[in-house]
């Protein structure tokens, strides 16, 4: 099985910046795409950001202009850049990733989760 590891998640003052970590591991033929949701307490995940592996990049709007996301295909790992950070996306923040192994053509995977606080 594919297993995602994610890291960098914390707190951080209103304006500031953190950046995700989130790497693959496994059996491991290739990643078509990888990105970040997040999820508060009683709403939808929606999407951040995803990054497909020709570099083809789509955001939410809400972070258009402060986050960034990108990709080392040689670690297959994806990291989201996230300046001038605002109260409101503190949440949880998920990694996903639709990974080609030896039985699937595209199957996708979750991470467990970090949790992202930006205090005023």
């Known amino acids: 099985q594919v297993q995602l590891v994610e890291s960098g998640g914390g707190v951080v003052q209103a304006g500031g910046s953190l950046r995700l970590s989130c790497a693959a591991a496994?059996?491991?033929?290739?990643?078509?795409?990888m990105g970040w949701y997040r999820q508060a307490p009683g709403r939808q995940r929606e999407l951040v950001a995803v990054i497909t592996s020709s570099g083809t990049t789509t955001y939410a709007d809400s972070v258009k202009g402060r986050f960034t996301i990108s990709r080392d295909n040689a670690k297959n790992t994806v990291y989201l850049q996230m300046n001038s950070l605002k109260p409101e996306d503190t949440t949880v923040y998920y990694c996903t990733a639709n990974v080609v192994s030896r039985d699937y053509r595209g199957m996708d995977y979750w991470g467990k989760g970090t949790l992202v606080t930006v205090s005023s």
């Open positions: 496994g059996i491991i033929i290739g990643i078509n795409a």
